[in-house]
């Protein structure tokens, strides 16, 4: 079976790459899942979403927090260009959980608080990329 080859970037690093059986990102139109021989394909990624790499073999999951950015896919290649991106094995889940209820805490004093309800998002996204219930 053919595979993708997928690229993870953020401006900080190389977040990951390797080869996948299948690709799963939420895009501002809605979910999208990738497979190979895909029509080429250019989507904004949401803040606050969850990326997963489905890598096939017996391999687990690849599971990131991704806040904005672009996808691009063509010729089964899959580039994941994101403003921010972290692992969910990489994530502090105390650190996490903290930043959430700070996030939700300012939203519900000042519902007029877009940066706290973008923060709230992220930390969500952290949180289930580390595998926590949300």
Known sequence: MAKLRVGVVSPEREIWSGEADMVIAKTVDGEIGIMPQHAPVLGVLVEGGVLRVKRGGGEDDLVAAVHGGFI???????????????????????AARDALARAQASVEANQDDADAAVEAKRAKARLQAAGEDV
């Not at 010729?75 to 502090?92: I, M, P, Q, R, T």
């Open 72 to 94: 691009s896919v063509a010729d089964n290649e899959v580039s994941v260009l994101a403003e921010a991106a972290e692992l969910g094995s990489e994530v502090d889940v105390a």
